[in-house]
């Protein structure tokens, strides 16, 4: 009786298993290993596809290259940054299973200081890969990101190289800086994704504005042929504000710290429409969303507490962070910053380290072609830091490690990544 069971069950899983394997043998030929045309396909390859490239390599010139080239005695300057984001994603593929998508970005930068004039490159990768099921594999791949990121400067003649089970997304600056230390400074750069780099501040008040402008693409998807060309589309980045406030607290900074407030705008870019080719996906218009944010971030209250305070003005009115840290430490555009006008003094010795632990509440806007819902996650991370100068070789080296979950950093670049947990790494090196 057992068996006839047995035999009964064995049949049904095959019938039902069957037209699985028809569907799947329909959408998959040749090396294909993803099944094409599910959600979570089109997920996947919309996630590659935005404009996080460009993000990250803007966010690594205005945060860590032009303020270590600002330094006086500095003669050259090199900073890499890499995010691991294991698991990030789910995939159905050709043998019926779902696999796991490993998502890692990074930047990489270096330039040089002829006084007056720097001139600076950087580029920035996105990658996703099948995550390993071997232990060693698993431990090796937040690794794999930062060397693809040294392959950035491709991205001059080709922004993409894509296979199911791996896929690479390059974007790149060229440029240069113009700096009179009584005054301000203005950089141009030229972007790799047919745009343009510009990046102004002012010396005094600490004002500063940065912006990428892109090319219009064309209209092919239905209904967005009749939309009017908005000046705004051709900006996917656009920041603006107050690098700090010591100017204006003077003396008080010893006491309640260092102030930042800044307002932030980025363009994510939709999902091309089905039947575009994936290396034509930049040259389509699709849909898209504004992502336009306040921040006040303060630094090193009562030497110990960090909070970050931010809300959204579009798509609708919400809080987009609550963050309260404690620990020592800032970020690194803000230290460098209090040592431009001295630049970094190479006959003393010196070291530094720091720790920092965050938590709070972070939430970001509905993005349907993302997979992502909106509403409120909650949010941690762990940074620790450390530097110093090396007078034998004339150097000035900072590291950094963060650790945590559903930082406003992280989901700026990777939206779908909500709670996923990530790794980063960077270092700086100024000589």
Known sequence: MNRRWMLAGLVACVLWLSPLRAS????????????????????????INTNSSVFGATALVEQHLLPELSLSNSVAAAHYTVTYIPAALRVPTCDLRMQKIDLSGGAFG????????????????????????KANERVASPFYGAGFILGSPIGFFKRRFERDDLSLTFDALLGAQLDEPDIGSISA????????????????????????????????EQGLEEQKDDPLDRIPYLKAGLANLDWLVG????????????????????????????????EVKSQSLDFATAHLEQY??????????????????????????????????MMLENMREDGVDHD????????????????????WYYGVEGGPLFRFSVDLMMGGQDPEHDSYNMFFLTIGMNTPETLALFPFAQNSGFMKMSGSFVF
């Open 348 to 367: 003393a010795e010196s070291s530094f380290f720091g720790m920092r632990a965050a938590v709070g509440m972070v939430r970001m806007p509905k993005l």
């Open 189 to 220: 750069a030229y972007v790799a994704s047919k745009g343009f780099y510009t990046n102004l501040s002012e010396h005094h008040l600490h004002t500063f504005i940065g912006l990428v402008y892109q090319e219009a693409a064309d209209s092919i």
């Open 300 to 333: 090193g209250l009562l030497k110990l507490l960090n909070v970050s305070v931010a809300g959204a003005w579009a798509p609708e009115p919400f809080i987009h962070e609550l963050t309260l840290s404690v620990g020592q430490g800032m970020p690194e555009d």
């Open 251 to 282: 003396d008080a900074r010893e006491t309640i710290g260092s102030t930042r407030i800044f307002a932030r705008r980025l363009k994510y870019q939709g999902i091309a429409p089905s039947n575009v080719p994936r290396d034509q996906v930049d």
């Open 24 to 47: 799947a043998q329909d959408v998959c030929s040749g090396d294909d290993k993803i099944i094409r045309g599910t959600v979570a396909h089109n997920l996947m390859y919309g996630a």
């Open 110 to 133: 270096a330039g040089l200081n002829f006084g007056a004039l720097k001139l600076y490159f950087a580029g920035s990768t996105t990658t996703h890969q099948f995550a390993s099921d």
